[in-house]
C-alpha cells in the first residue's frame, strides 16, 4: 500500500466518526450541541484508538516509518515524514527516534533542524529574498538549481532600527516576525555604527552560550519578568567588520567570533553540542545579574586584548581573501557558480587558523553568501554552524557600514 493511500484510509476512519458527532449536533437542541462540541474530540481519540492502524505493532509501524524517512529525501516530497510526526504521540515519538540529526543525514526535516549544525560532508544550498518596501528578508530552502526554484521556507528576519542600534528579529513564521511570538527564535543586534553585531539565541542551545537579560523586562517585586516574550537571550556569535580608515576600494574584513561552538569542533573527531528538540523559553530563565548597555558598546568601542582573551577556545571564522583579477579589473572568489553579481556584500568564511598563512586556499568554506539578482541572494553552508546561526550572519551583511566600504 503507498503512503498515500494509508493516509486516505487514516482520514476516512477518522472523518466517518466526526461526520457521526456532527449529525447528533445538528439533531438537538443548543445544549446537546455544545457538549458534542466539546467531546468530539474525545470521539476522534476513541475512532483511532479503534482503528487497525492504532493496533499496528510497533515493530511494523517501526518498519514503515524507516521506509518512508529512506525514500523521501527532498523537499516537497519529505512533508510525509512530517505528516507521520503529526499522527499522534507515539508516532511523533517513534518518527523522531527514527529521523537522524540534520549533521548524520544531511536533511531538514523538523524546525529544530535550523538549530542543528550542517552536515559535515555535503553542503545545504540556501537562498534570501529581500523585500525593500518592509526591510523583511526570507530564506529558502533550494529544492532544485532552477533559477525560478520557489524553495521551502525556513526562516523569517524583519529589520527594525533604533537610534543607536539596528535589530533584525527573525522567526519561524513569515507572517509573525515580532519577539512577542511563539515563532521568535532570535535576533541580530548592530553597533551604531554598523560595524559590530552580536547573534542571539531565544533558547539556551549548548551551555557555553552566554545569557543576558532582556531589556523589555519589567520589576515585579525583587523579580524582573517579561510578560510578553522570553526573559533571556543566549549569546551565540560575534560577527565584527573591519575599518577601512584609509578609504581604499576593496573587499570587507569580515571575522565571525562563535560563542557557542568550540574551536575543536572542527578536528577530524571533534563535536558540536546539537539540539534535539525547541523547548519554549522560561519567564525564569535569565539570570540574576542585570543587564545594561553601556557607551562603550552602543558606539562599538572594545579594548582588543579582552575581545582577544574572551575568543580563547571559541570557533573563529574569518573572510576568505579575494584575488585580484587584471583582465576583469576587480576582486574575484570562487563561489562555484552560485554568485553572479559583483557586490561588496559577497563573503566566505574560513576557519581562522591564527598566524598561519597562505592555506586560505585550501580551507573549506563553512558559509558563503552572495548575490544573484537585485534582491535575491544564495546562502550555502555546512558543519559547524546551524542554519540560524548562517542567516543570522547574512543578515549583518545587508547593513550598511560607516567606515568600513
Not at 14 to 35: F, I, M, Q, T, Y
Not at 110 to 124: A, E, M, N, T
Not at 166 to 181: A, H, K, Q
Not at 340 to 346: E, I, P
Request: with cysteine.
Amino acid at each position: 500500500m503507498s503512503f498515500k493511500s494509508f493516509l486516505q484510509d487514516m482520514k476516512g476512519e477518522l472523518g466517518g466518526s466526526k461526520k457521526g458527532v456532527a449529525g447528533k449536533s445538528r439533531s438537538g437542541s443548543s445544549s446537546v450541541s455544545n457538549r458534542a462540541v466539546q467531546d468530539s474530540s474525545g470521539f476522534v481519540a476513541d475512532a483511532f484508538k479503534q482503528s487497525s492502524w492504532a493496533n499496528m505493532p510497533l515493530e511494523l509501524l517501526r518498519e514503515v516509518l524507516m521506509r518512508i524517512e529512506d525514500s523521501e529525501c527532498t523537499w516537497p516530497e519529505r512533508r510525509s515524514v512530517i505528516a507521520c510526526a503529526g499522527v499522534c504521540r507515539s508516532w511523533r515519538e517513534t518518527m523522531k527516534d527514527i529521523v537522524q540529526t540534520l549533521q548524520l543525514s544531511g536533511k531538514l526535516s523538523f524546525p529544530v533542524s535550523l538549530k542543528q549544525p550542517g552536515p559535515r560532508d555535503c553542503v545545504i544550498q540556501c537562498f534570501i529574498k529581500r523585500n525593500r518596501g518592509n526591510q523583511s528578508y526570507h530564506l529558502y530552502l533550494n529544492n532544485n538549481q532552477a533559477c525560478n526554484d520557489e524553495g521551502k521556507f525556513m526562516l523569517a528576519a524583519r529589520r527594525c532600527r533604533r537610534p543607536t542600534y539596528s535589530d533584525y528579529m527573525i522567526s519561524l513564521n513569515p507572517d509573525d516576525v515580532s519577539r512577542c511570538s511563539s515563532n521568535y527564535i532570535g535576533k541580530l543586534r548592530s553597533n551604531l555604527f554598523r560595524t559590530k553585531f552580536t547573534v542571539f539565541d531565544a533558547h539556551a542551545p549548548t551551555t557555553g552560550a552566554k545569557i543576558t537579560k532582556s531589556r523589555s523586562t519589567i520589576t515585579m517585586g525583587t523579580k524582573q519578568v517579561s510578560p510578553r516574550a522570553p526573559a533571556g537571550n543566549c549569546t551565540v556569535a560575534h560577527v565584527s567588520y573591519g575599518l577601512n580608515i584609509s578609504g581604499s576600494r576593496g573587499p570587507r574584513r569580515m571575522h565571525c567570533v562563535m560563542d557557542a561552538i568550540p574551536a575543536s569542533a572542527t578536528d577530524l573527531h571533534g563535536m558540536v553540542p546539537t539540539q534535539t528538540e525547541l523547548l519554549p523559553a522560561s519567564l525564569n530563565s535569565s539570570p540574576s545579574q542585570s543587564f545594561h548597555r553601556s557607551k562603550s558598546i552602543q558606539m562599538g568601542i572594545h579594548d582588543d586584548e579582552t575581545h582577544h582573551s574572551d575568543t580563547e577556545g571559541m570557533l573563529v571564522l574569518k573572510n576568505k581573501a579575494p584575488r585580484w583579477h587584471e583582465q576583469l579589473q576587480c576582486w574575484c572568489l570562487n563561489f562555484n557558480g552560485r554568485v553572479t553579481v559583483a557586490s561588496v556584500k559577497n563573503f566566505q568564511l574560513v576557519v581562522d587558523r591564527g598566524d598561519l598563512t597562505g592555506e586560505d586556499e585550501q580551507e573549506k568554506v563553512i558559509l558563503q553568501f552572495g548575490k544573484v539578482g537585485r534582491d535575491v541572494f544564495t546562502m550555502d553552508y555546512q558543519y559547524p554552524i546551524s542554519a540560524f546561526q548562517a542567516f543570522a550572519i547574512c543578515l549583518s551583511s545587508f547593513d550598511t557600514k560607516i567606515a568600513c566600504e
